[in-house]
């Protein structure tokens, strides 16, 4: 009976939780304030999208299409849209769900009341966390003005750059050839 017990208080371990944080889904991208979406970063609108690839695959890619010899990768890198020069900036961050379990501690529970004992045998599992990746762009003209707000008369042509750079991002699995074009 009691393994039955133990059993049935284990697989109840996988499906009880209540979430504490929880990452965004972003299907495509979103065009939002950089600071809401993460305190560290500037109070200037972001250009964000979830990033698959691993660990500073974006810069490598904007190293390697801008040509910048991992010369200022990060900051103020510049491109041009319509005759109109821009810069870009962009951050890679995370945002993790976290998740407070509720059966490992209920089983904990009736362990120790059980069996008097003072450990607990699932304190491991009482909180699980899991993260995801995501870059955030952000744009400067000359005039320090932010192209992305909405009042900016060509926020659409940038944003429309953005998510060719994005898609173009995502599509390339070999930098090397930005490297060969000129």
């Known amino acids: 009976m009691r393994a039955l017990l133990f059993t049935a208080l284990f697989l109840l371990s996988f499906s009880s939780c209540?979430?504490?944080k929880i990452a965004p889904n972003i299907?495509?991208?979103?065009?939002?304030?950089?600071?809401?979406?993460?305190?560290?970063?500037p109070k200037r609108q972001?250009?964000?999208?979830?990033?698959?690839?691993?660990?500073?695959?974006?810069?490598?890619?904007?190293?390697?299409?801008?040509?910048?010899?991992?010369k200022d990768v990060r900051w103020n890198v510049p491109f041009t849209v319509?005759?109109?020069?821009?810069?870009?900036?962009?951050?890679?961050?995370?945002?993790?769900?976290?998740?407070?379990n509720i059966a490992?501690?209920?089983?904990?529970?009736?362990?120790i009341a059980a069996y008097q004992t003072v450990g607990s045998a699932f304190d491991n599992f009482y909180t699980s966390r899991s993260g995801k990746w995501y870059v955030v762009i952000t744009i400067n003209?000359?005039?320090f003005m932010d192209p992305l707000e909405k009042n900016y008369a060509k926020r659409e042509e940038v944003v429309a750059f953005l998510r060719q750079?994005?898609?173009e991002y995502l599509s390339t699995s070999n930098y090397n050839k930005y490297l060969l074009m000129d």
């Open 165 to 167: 750079l994005k898609k």
């Open 18 to 20: 209540i979430p504490t």
């Open 46 to 70: 972001g250009f964000i999208f979830e990033d698959p690839k691993n660990a500073n695959e974006f810069y490598a890619y904007i190293n390697a299409k801008f040509k910048l010899n991992n």
């Open 82 to 100: 319509n005759n109109k020069e821009y810069y870009l900036s962009f951050y890679e961050v995370e945002r993790t769900s976290k998740t407070i």
């Open 141 to 143: 003209e000359e005039d």
């Open 27 to 41: 299907k495509e991208d979103k065009v939002m304030a950089a600071k809401k979406f993460k305190k560290q970063l």
């Open 104 to 111: 490992p501690i209920i089983a904990d529970a009736a362990l």
